[in-house]
Structure formats: structure tokens, C-alpha cells
């Protein structure tokens, strides 16, 4: 493992972590790419797509941890968003995770496609005044959370991913939770959904874990500063620049599928 290759992953997991902490979204939807193409560019060592998996999930544990621990003061986590959304989106990953075995490769994508061009259409809907309610009034339908979560799981669970990029929009759109704490609350629930990507991707077997240690350490130090950047930008900002990366995933998704 020479240097160039070490300083290569290290700004990949830097890059994508400090998105994943300033938009509150896991940022594999960034690094599975970055990893997947940007070796081989500098002639170093290609990983297969297995590799980059579960380094991705691995890397999106301790990423989204970093910027849960950035948002904990301040009223940003919502606890009663987190312990609905994070155990139905749980439930839903397993099932979805499982049932991906009885499906074909292009259905999987198919449904990946699918949930990505909802997410970028409702990311681009007018979201008026849910910045302006104080964080300590915040209201939602529990029950609403926990089914959209639920959905977002399963369809997570099929592609493999944590689904944070299709959760914001369902926060910000349906439910009218605060673009704060929205970015800090999904965090806390992408956390949750990566727990058993993680383990799974461990006891299989799919981490090659030099690259995986670096791309932790390289988490660790961004995340918190993406978290901590996200915090003093204008929630406008925040939202453009999360419709314009969701928009992006889905479109290099259907161009995938088509």
C-alpha cells in the first residue's frame, strides 16, 4: 500500500464525509463512485464493487456517528423522529435486505430508479415557513414517520443502501420538519439503518479492512466539521445543494438502468 494510495482513499472518505455531515445524508450515494473510479484514474488499485460496498457501509457507521455527535447540543435531534423513523426503517432494511435474494439484479435497480426520482421530484416541491417553527414546538404523525420509514427501508434493504437521500425529502415535504433538524435527525437514522448493513457486510466477509481504517479515520475528522459547516448555512442553501445531489443520483441511476 503505497502513500499515494492511502492520501487517494483518505480524500475520498474526507470528501464525502464532510457532504454526509453537512446534509445530514449517509454519503455513500458520493464515495460508492468516488471509490469505484477515481483509483484506477491515478493507476492504483482498482476495488471490485463487493469491496466498495462494504467499505461504504462501514465508512457510513462512523460517519453518520460523527455528525450525530456534532448535532447533539442545541435541540437539532429529534427523539421521538429518531426512535419511530430509525426502528421502522430497521425492520424494513432486514426485510428488504432478505427478500433482495428472491429478485433479479435489473429489479433491484429498477426500484433503486424508482425511489430516487420520487425523492429528486419532492426535493424541487416549494417548502414554505417549516424553518420558521421554534424546534421545541415541532409536531409530526408519528405513525405517517414510521410507515414512509418502514417503505424507504425495505427499498433500501433491496438495493443495499441506507436511504438517507430518500428520507430528507419525506421529512422536509411530508412530515415539515425544520431543514436542521432534519439534516441532524436523518443522520441519527441513517446510523441506525447502517447497523446491520455493517454487520452483515463484516461477518460475510466484504470489508477489505486497510482502505475500511482509513476511510474511519478520514470520517471521524470530517463529518463533525460538514456537521458543524451545515449548522451556520442558510437552510436555502441546504436545500439546493441536497435537491441538486439527489437529483444527480437519480439520474446517474436511470442512465445505469436504461
Same mark, same amino acid.
Given at each position: 500500500m503505497d502513500f499515494a494510495f492511502i492520501i487517494t482513499i483518505f480524500l475520498i472518505g474526507f470528501i464525502g464525509s464532510y457532504i454526509s455531515g453537512m446534509l445530514g445524508i449517509g454519503g455513500s450515494i458520493i464515495k460508492y463512485p468516488m471509490l469505484l473510479y477515481i483509483p484506477p484514474l491515478f493507476g492504483l488499485a482498482a476495488f471490485s464493487a463487493h469491496e466498495v460496498s462494504g467499505i461504504s457501509a462501514i465508512q457510513v457507521f462512523f460517519a453518520t456517528i460523527g455528525g450525530v455527535w456534532a448535532y447533539r447540543k442545541g #435541540? +437539532?435531534? %429529534?427523539?421521538? &423522529?429518531?426512535? +419511530?423513523?430509525g426502528s421502522a426503517i430497521l425492520i424494513g432494511s432486514? /426485510?428488504?435486505? +432478505?427478500?433482495?435474494? &428472491?429478485?433479479?439484479?435489473? #429489479?433491484? %435497480? &429498477?426500484? +433503486? $430508479?424508482?425511489? !430516487?426520482?420520487?425523492?429528486?421530484i419532492m426535493m424541487f416541491i416549494p417548502k414554505k415557513g417549516i424553518d420558521h417553527v421554534p424546534l421545541d414546538q415541532v409536531t409530526f404523525n408519528k405513525w405517517l414517520a414510521a410507515n414512509f420509514a418502514l417503505i424507504v427501508g425495505i427499498g433500501a434493504g433491496i438495493v443495499g443502501a441506507a436511504g438517507a437521500f430518500l428520507l430528507v425529502p419525506i421529512m422536509l415535504v411530508v412530515l415539515k420538519i425544520p431543514t436542521r433538524m432534519t439534516i441532524a435527525s436523518s443522520l441519527a437514522i441513517t446510523f441506525i439503518s447502517s447497523i446491520g448493513a455493517t454487520v452483515g457486510k463484516i461477518t460475510t466477509g466484504q470489508i477489505d479492512y486497510?482502505?475500511?481504517?482509513?476511510?474511519? /479515520? !478520514? *470520517?471521524?475528522? !470530517? *463529518?463533525?466539521? $460538514? !456537521?458543524?459547516a451545515g449548522k451556520k448555512m442558510n437552510t436555502k442553501i441546504l436545500q439546493v445543494i441536497l435537491a441538486v445531489l439527489i437529483a444527480a443520483t437519480a439520474v446517474k441511476i436511470w442512465i445505469d438502468i436504461l
Open positions: #435541540g +437539532y435531534l %429529534n427523539k421521538t &423522529l429518531i426512535i +419511530y423513523m432486514f /426485510v428488504g435486505g +432478505y427478500g433482495s435474494k &428472491l429478485m433479479s439484479e435489473g #429489479g433491484i %435497480n &429498477l426500484i +433503486y $430508479g424508482i425511489l !430516487a426520482l420520487i425523492a429528486a486497510f482502505p475500511a481504517f482509513i476511510m474511519i /479515520v !478520514a *470520517s471521524l475528522i !470530517a *463529518s463533525p466539521l $460538514g !456537521a458543524m
